[in-house]
């Protein structure tokens, strides 16, 4: 048979999995000389290393197959060398059933090692629970460009209520408030001197200079600071109609410090516009070359390179949001909800609302946001190694089929445990490795070492001694220690195996 036949028949074999026959495990052999060499050729091959197997005359190869055929040529099971993958879990802390003032467990278990024979998958199984009363941080980050007039003083009275729609989550809510426009130089904003200073409508009295991104408020549990705070804000104004909200979104992800993120929350950002955005690219229209560097420019809390930066893209953005584990809601207005919708598309873990025209009805907006956010679980991997792959297989009442980006349960209630099966197969030998499965929006991961398993564990053996074809060694030698034998190796195969 030669290597396209064979690869051929392989193809069948494989195929014949997913039908009616079981599957059949084969050992597609060529070159082999060695018990590595046979290890490595393929996940169902195996050796056997009993002495005079092989019969005079007969290339060392006999000696690998599948372990039905090796059995079947007289070779002992215990003679048998079949590396299998090992799973060892490193840290497996329970789950948290509520929140308390210590950091919650929410996937079990946190850390494990694999040692993997190329080729041959092996599935273990995570669970993850919400854990009841987890602190939640949210950053209300609103365009005040004119035509959010109306919805400006809505929202200066809005902390009371936002900040009981949020106790109805966590005891350990906090608040926080940005506001933004856009860049402050043409064709964005009239840069007369004048109109830079009061972009408002003629007759406004209430009016602030114009601005890209203002922090204002770090995240606050206190209602009285954020009413009073909130409370002085004015309106501003531009020219055009799409906003620097990107710009905004992205020093608010990335500012932890000025923000105030906690660590343990869920952190949400809501974006309150009635406008669309403008993104990487569009700066050339003021001449603004310069890419947005994803870092944070913050300086007594105004953006500062504003008006020196492009906007960032959305993938850029996206990944910083990804990266800091913040989830956006999109609070916007009927107008631009398509535009909104197709940039919640290109950001996981983001959701898109309506705003009604003076944000009357933004507290139910985010609550069912928030809801739709916390009721999808996904889970996924970071830095996955190239000759790595892994398959999710949801174990819950709605889960999405299995795939091999991601797991997803659907439907998920607070304090209901679910299961992933995660299968991860090795393509080939690799040195140690690792990547992280996580939950986008929750800080809890799994840590993924492994190493790959190639060689056989029969090395102290010497090979010309304990395999020369035909040479009929007498089996007491084996344990004579003036052979170059290790006597436990010898006669303790299991251990040999590592398994
Ligand atoms: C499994 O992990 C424990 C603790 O880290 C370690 O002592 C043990 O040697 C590991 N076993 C294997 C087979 O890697
Ligand atoms: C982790 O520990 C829990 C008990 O705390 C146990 O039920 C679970 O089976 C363990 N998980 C694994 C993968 O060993
Ligand atoms: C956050 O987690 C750290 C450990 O990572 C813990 O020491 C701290 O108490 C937690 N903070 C809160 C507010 O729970
Ligand atoms: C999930 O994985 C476990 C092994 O950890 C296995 O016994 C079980 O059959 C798997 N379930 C599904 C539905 O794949
Ligand atoms: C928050 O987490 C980051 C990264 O995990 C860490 O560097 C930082 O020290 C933590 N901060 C606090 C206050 O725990």
Redesign the pocket.
């Known amino acids: 048979m030669d290597l396209q036949q064979a690869v051929l028949l392989l193809l069948l074999l494989m195929m014949g999995r997913n039908g009616l026959c079981e599957p059949e495990e084969v050992c597609l052999k060529s070159g082999i000389e060695s018990c590595s060499d046979c290890i490595r050729s393929g996940p169902h091959c195996a050796w056997c290393q009993q002495l005079s197997f092989s019969k005079r005359g007969e290339q060392e190869a006999v000696r690998c197959d599948t372990r039905a055929q090796l059995r079947q040529r007289g070779c002992q099971e215990e003679e048998i060398l079949y590396p299998e993958n090992t799973l060892n879990i490193t840290m497996n802390k329970s789950l948290s059933t509520s929140f308390s003032q210590q950091d919650p467990v929410q996937i079990s278990p946190q850390k494990v090692h694999l040692h993997l024979r190329p080729g041959l998958p092996t599935?273990?199984?995570v669970s993850f629970k919400r854990a009841e009363g987890y602190p939640v941080d949210l950053y209300y980050l609103m365009d005040l460009s004119y035509s959010m007039k109306d919805d400006l003083e809505k929202v200066k009275n809005l902390g009371t209520d936002l900040f009981k729609a949020l106790e109805k989550i966590t005891a350990y809510a906090q608040i926080g408030f940005g506001a933004f426009v856009d860049k402050t130089v043409l064709p964005y904003t009239n840069t007369n001197k004048d109109k830079l200073q009061k972009p408002c409508d003629e007759g406004e009295q209430f009016c602030q200079a114009a601005f890209g991104y203002r922090h204002v408020l770090s995240m606050t549990s206190d209602r009285e600071e954020f009413r009073k705070i909130v409370g002085k804000q004015y309106i501003s104004g531009n020219l055009d109609s799409p906003e620097g909200s990107l710009d905004a979104m992205m020093q608010a992800a990335i500012c932890g410090m000025e923000v105030g993120w906690r660590n343990n929350s869920t952190r949400l950002l809501v974006l309150a516009t009635d406008a669309g955005f403008h993104m990487a690219g569009d700066g050339k229209l003021a001449g603004i070359l310069e890419p947005n560097d994803e870092q944070c420019h913050m300086k007594n809390n105004l953006y500062i390179q504003s008006s020196d930066m492009d906007y960032p893209s959305v993938g850029q953005l996206a990944i910083q949001l990804e990266k800091n584990n913040i989830q956006p809601i999109f609070a916007v207005t009927q107008n631009v909800q398509t535009v909104y919708k197709e940039l919640s598309k290109m950001i996981p873990k983001s959701e898109v609302g309506v705003l009604s025209e003076d944000s009357r009805n933004v507290v139910q907006l985010i609550e069912n946001a928030y809801n739709r956010l916390s009721s999808k679980v996904t889970v996924t991997h970071d830095n996955l190694p190239e000759d790595v792959r892994v398959e999710y297989?949801p174990?819950c009442k709605n889960g999405e089929p299995p795939s091999t980006s991601r797991g997803v349960c659907n439907e998920v209630l607070v304090g209901e445990e679910i299961?992933f099966?995660i299968t991860v197969t090795a393509s080939s030998c690799v040195g140690e490795e690792a990547f992280t499965i996580k939950l986008p929006g929750i800080r809890d991961t799994l840590a993924v070492s492994l190493s790959t398993d190639c060689e056989c564990h029969c090395q102290d053996l010497d090979p010309d001694l304990a395999f020369e074809p035909g040479q009929d060694l007498d089996p007491d030698l084996a344990s004579e220690p003036d052979l170059d034998l290790d006597p436990d190796l010898a006669s303790e195969p299991d251990l040999a195996l590592g398994l």
């Open positions: 599935t273990f199984t297989t174990l299961y099966n």
